[in-house]
């Protein structure tokens, strides 16, 4: 059994061919793409964060707005990039989304990947302290968020404050209990998989991850799957940790599907470079008729090893057509897999 949800970057442009035209249509649209997979019986809504660009940016808004029209189905990201977040500002609106939606909040952080500008961190007011790098600030802001989660009081009061205090340190409100087991880490390497685990992060793994060892890229990833569970065992958390990987997969059930991603091209693992350093490995996209495609995600190792499934989805070809996406997999797929 695995939890299959979706996850969209929000992308929007005025041109005539996208359906998602404006901020506005990307921002309603991923409302109601949200309730539709709601009623289809999918289990997740996830949506990527991207500064300076035509794309979902700041999350809470969404995340409170979503959580407020649906009851089931968690509500996520993947991912905040964390060189942008107050970690203090952070835990007060993820708390307050988090409680309208009454515990379901699922929130993916990470370092971040290559932005539309060139260390726009700094344009929001932060900067790695003299020696540190961008992706230690990071890690930094994220280990001052999981400590707040926590709900420990920290800050001294005001000896004469507006209103009544409680007795002793003050802590950030409103506070929601459980939020802190509920953050999950987009990792890129096997390290940085191994470092969320000893932290107590659960794991997002995305389709790209660093090229580590030349082999697929879906053995790499099972493999960074199980380096980090070795780590969790080895840190000694008693709860179980929950492994996501994305994918883009499309059953090709309909003309309209055939149209779109019949001859898509894209059946195997590219190589690329993130940043002058730093060489990657881009897993492939899954387009094929409903028996076809049940063989090839059989031989996934990633997602096999994972609990849950994130369907990247084509967000300006809209709604109605992105539930159709959703339904086939849920309908055609899954329970051919045991998924369902």
């Known amino acids: 059994m695995k939890k299959i949800g979706f996850l969209s970057f929000g992308h929007w442009t005025p041109s005539p061919q996208s359906q998602t035209r404006s901020a506005s249509d990307a921002l309603l649209q991923s409302i109601d793409l949200a309730v539709a997979a709601e009623e289809l019986g999918a289990d997740g809504a996830y949506f990527r964060v991207h500064h300076f660009a035509r794309q979902l940016g700041s999350p809470f808004p969404l995340l409170a707005a979503v959580g407020a029209k649906t009851k089931r189905i968690e509500i996520g990201t993947a991912v905040i990039d964390m060189r942008y977040e107050n970690p203090l500002y952070m835990a007060e609106d993820a708390g307050a989304a988090d409680i309208i939606a009454g515990g379901r909040l699922q929130l993916g952080i990470s370092r971040g990947s290559p932005e539309q500008v060139i260390d726009g961190w700094r ?3 932060y900067g790695p302290p ?3 790098t961008a992706a230690d600030m990071a890690r930094r802001h994220t280990e001052v968020l999981l400590e707040v989660l926590r709900g420990n009081g920290f800050a001294q009061p005001n000896p004469r404050p507006m209103f009544a205090n409680p007795t002793g340190l003050l802590r950030i409100e409103p506070h929601s209990e459980g939020l802190r087991e509920r953050i999950w880490w987009g990792a890129g390497s096997n390290a940085t998989a191994a470092w969320a685990a000893k932290i107590g ?17 879906h ?26 990987v994305s994918r883009s997969i499309f059953a090709l059930v309909d003309d309209r599907d055939r149209a779109y991603f019949g001859r898509d091209g894209k059946d195997e693992d590219q190589i690329g470079f993130i940043d002058e350093k730093t060489r990657a490995i881009f897993g ?35 709604v109605d057509y992105n539930a159709h996406v959703i339904e086939a997999i849920l309908t055609h797929i899954a329970p051919a897999l045991g998924w369902r």
């Open 123 to 125: 344009y929001f007011g």
């Open 130 to 132: 003299e020696g540190q």
């Open 201 to 217: 992060m659960n794991l997002q793994s995305s389709t790209l991850k660093d090229d580590e060892t030349g082999e697929p890229f």
């Open 219 to 244: 053995v790499q990833q099972a493999s960074q799957i199980r380096v980090f569970r070795e780590a969790w065992k080895e840190a000694g958390h008693t709860r179980e940790p929950r492994i996501s």
């Open 284 to 318: 492939r996209s899954y387009a094929a008729e409903p028996d076809v495609l049940i063989q090839q995600l059989a031989k996934d190792e990633a997602i096999a090893e994972a609990d849950t499934l994130l369907l990247t989805v084509p967000n300006q070809l809209g």
